[in-house]
């Protein structure tokens, strides 16, 4: 009943709900493990302005779950999610203004966003870097 029900709100166009059915197909938790599926709710809460959802990026940028590598794509994506304040994108970014192995002004100052938008891996690479 409740798979029914969060079903009929992804249909609506409700991003979270989107967000929830694609996961729960592309882990086959609570609803069979279907690739295809799962990345139709993921681009549809995308589209919704889900920022999580945006972070396909990565996919695109890997070319894993059946998404083609798609550079362009995956720069789009990043760019709304980061838009968006998503906190791993913002750690990705705060990772691409590195030089030589450190951190620049602005990666220390996207990394300090990124921890305290709660991505606690941005935490630890601070501490890494700032003691």
């Given at each position: 009943?409740?798979?029914?029900?969060l079903e009929q709100?992804?249909?609506?166009?409700?991003?979270?709900?989107?967000?929830?059915?694609?996961?729960?197909?592309?882990?086959?938790?609570?609803l069979p493990l279907?690739?295809?599926?799962?990345?139709?709710?993921?681009?549809?809460?995308?589209?919704?302005?889900?920022?999580?959802?945006?972070?396909?990026?990565?996919?695109?940028?890997?070319?894993?779950?059946?998404?083609?590598?798609?550079?362009?794509?995956?720069?789009?994506?990043?760019?709304?999610?980061?838009?968006?304040?998503?906190?791993?994108?913002?750690?990705?970014?705060?990772?691409?203004?590195?030089?030589?192995?450190?951190?620049?002004?602005?990666?220390?100052?996207?990394?300090?966003?990124?921890?305290?938008?709660?991505?606690?891996?941005a935490s630890e690479?601070?501490?890494?870097?700032?003691?």
């Amino acid at each position: 009943m409740w798979i029914a029900k969060l079903e009929q709100l992804a249909e609506q166009g409700h991003p979270l709900a989107q967000w929830e059915i694609g996961q729960h197909y592309r882990f086959g938790d609570l609803l069979p493990l279907d690739v295809k599926r799962a990345n139709h709710w993921l681009e549809r809460a995308a589209e919704s302005d889900y920022a999580e959802a945006q972070h396909l990026a990565w996919f695109y940028e890997t070319g894993q779950n059946e998404y083609p590598l798609d550079i362009g794509t995956a720069e789009i994506w990043y760019q709304r999610a980061f838009a968006q304040q998503h906190p791993e994108t913002v750690y990705l970014f705060a990772i691409r203004k590195f030089q030589d192995g450190q951190p620049t002004e602005e990666a220390i100052a996207l990394l300090k966003k990124s921890a305290e938008l709660g991505f606690k891996q941005a935490s630890e690479i601070l501490r890494q870097f700032t003691h």
